[in-house]
């Protein structure tokens, strides 16, 4: 697990990098907002402890810049020193997941990592799902209502492109040039995969979700009528 702390204290910069690194973590440091901000949108990060109280751009900057510029969703522990409560808010309203009051425990700091680390870990796992279809784009498992379903390459990679635009319509070309490139096949192709899909996605239950829209695409939704 890599961790990135920016603090501007050294004492407790020290303190810090000592107990994590003792407890397994990987820790890289700044001492300011830029050189924190830079770091955390340049290196791949588990999680970032972030001080409020920081030269050049504060904590509450650094945490806004990553959440709305970076589209950055690494999970933030901010340190602050003042118990106010504004501060608190402001900072979770920035986009933090969770606070500690300076000063505070090496211990605790460690548990609230680990626990903000468990909860991240949960909801990170890369799953597509539309319906009772499910894809796991980590063990490219697919399943429907509980039931396995086996497809080719082709077919996870026809899948995944509708699964991550749906409910949307994904057109013919649009689909052909994503999985063939330049190199596309003939016409009656991606016609004759996308009823192998068919019959692996939708035959053996209730409701279709793969649908066709005749001269345009595809689309992969739970629709209470055809359209």
Known sequence: MRILVIEDNRDILANVLDYLQLKGFTVDCAQDGLGGLHLASSGHYDLIVLDIMLPGIDGFQVCQRLREDGNNEVPILMLT???????????????????LI?????????????????????????????????????TLHVSR???SLKLNPLGLKILALLMQKSPAVVRREV???????????????????IHQLRQ????PFAKPLLHTLHGVGFRLAELDHEH
């Not at 468990?118 to 499910?134: C, I, N, Y």
């Not at 040039?177 to 016609?191: K, V, Y």
């Not at 692996?200 to 035959?203: A, G, I, R, S």
């Open 145 to 147: 209502a509980g039931q």
């Open 102 to 138: 300076k000063p505070f425990a090496l211990s605790e700091l460690v548990a609230r990592i680990e626990a903000i680390l468990r909860r991240s870990q949960g909801s990170r796992k890369r799953q597509l799902k539309v319906a009772d279809l499910v894809y796991d784009l980590d």
């Open 200 to 203: 692996v996605l939708d035959k």
């Open 175 to 193: 689909l052909e040039e994503a999985i063939w490139g330049d190199d596309t096949p003939d016409s009656d192709s991606l016609r004759s995969h």
């Open 81 to 99: 020193a003042r118990d106010a409560l504004d501060d608190r808010l402001q900072g979770l309203r920035s986009g933090a997941d969770d606070y």
